[in-house]
């Protein structure tokens, strides 16, 4: 019963923001692991950024530190992605997934696509003047 749906993805001037929310139902995020990733045409599904319940536990893209945050609201199943500085490189669909943890291994933070179990629909992100 776990579903992902991401939302906020549109069209964005170069050098504009946006943000994607993943809202994840059927489960808490008390011990998961929420990744984004995206993947363009033609091109490997690749690793943004992820958070975890684990201080430290989050990975950024090289190509977007410093450019896009990630944060989450336990209390309402929500992970964000804010994305400043858009480049039109960043014209992707942007997925969120799970990687599920318990309270005695917790899930933690990987930009390996297979070790995520359950995976949101997407979200279109277009930079574009």
């Known amino acids: 019963q776990v579903q992902l749906v991401e939302s906020g993805g549109g069209l964005v001037q170069p050098g504009g923001s946006l943000r994607v929310s993943c809202v994840v139902s059927g489960t808490t995020l008390d011990w998961d692991a929420i990744g984004w990733f995206r993947q363009a045409p033609g091109k490997e599904r690749e690793g943004v950024s992820c958070?975890?319940?684990?201080?430290?536990?989050?990975y950024y893209l090289d190509s977007v530190k410093g450019r896009f945050t990630i944060s989450r609201d336990t209390a309402k199943n929500t992970v964000y992605l804010q994305m400043n500085s858009l480049k039109p490189e960043d014209t992707a669909v942007y997925y969120c997934a799970r990687r599920s943890g318990t309270r005695w291994t917790t899930g933690v933070c990987t930009a390996r696509v297979t070790a995520y179990e359950s995976w949101g629909r997407g979200t279109q992100v277009t930079v574009s003047s």
């Open positions: 958070i975890s319940k684990s201080a430290g536990s989050t």
